[in-house]
Each structure stands twice: as C-alpha cells, then as structure tokens.
C-alpha cells in the first residue's frame, strides 16, 4: 500500500492555472498506474488524467489540452499542471494509485475556479 499526500490546490479565476501535487509515501517506480480524479458537490468521482508505470497517458476528454499529468519516479510524484482554469473544474481533486488490484486515495484538495 501507499499513502497519497495532495498539495496545490486553492482559489484561481477563470483562465488562471494550478499546479496539484501528489507525494507518495514509497517509491512509485513500479506502481501500475497513479492519477487524478475529481469530484464536484453532489456529482460523481469521475477520472481527470491517468499516467501508466510506461508513462502511457490518457485524459478525460473535458480536460484534453488544458491539463498535464507527469510523474517523477525519483521524487515518488505525480503532478497535474492545469492550465486555462474554467468554473466547471471546480471540485476536490484525489490522487490515485493503483497497485496491482489495489486502489489507494489521497484525502484530496480543493480547486475553485471563480468566474
């Protein structure tokens, strides 16, 4: 297992960027998939960005060419550069693990996008 520590959230105004960060408690090299999912006020959990062990990347279509997800192996992190912000991304963002069939959450972080 692997606790899962996110930092970077806060308030931006429309078109404004973040940049969410997620610390692993262990090495991450040969976790199988670690990622982003964010959840808005009574709206499901949905996937934002998910990095493979490979480096194989796949984003949810809403946030196709605004968001990047990285991972650095040697600092055991996964990063989530947001860039032109808009109301709707407005959630709490978690950083997942995924460790054979094991699925591993951080306790999240608030994004607020003002208009």
């Known amino acids: 297992q692997v606790q899962l520590v996110e930092s970077g959230g806060g308030l931006v105004q429309a078109g404004g960027s973040l940049r969410l960060s997620c610390a692993a408690s262990?090495?991450?090299?040969?976790?199988?998939?670690m990622g982003w999912y964010r959840q808005a006020p009574g709206k499901q959990r949905d996937l934002v960005a998910v990095?493979?062990?490979?480096?194989?990347?796949n984003y949810a279509d809403s946030v196709k060419g605004r968001f990047t997800i990285s991972r650095d192996n040697a600092k055991s992190t996964v990063s989530l550069q947001m860039n032109s912000l808009k109301p709707e991304d407005t959630a709490v963002y978690y950083c997942?693990?995924?460790?054979?069939?094991?699925?591993?959450w951080g306790q999240g972080t608030q994004v607020t996008v003002s208009s």
């Open positions: 997942y693990a995924l460790i054979v069939t094991t699925s591993n």
């Open positions: 262990r090495s991450i090299f040969s976790i199988n998939a």
């Open positions: 990095i493979t062990s490979g480096g194989s990347t």
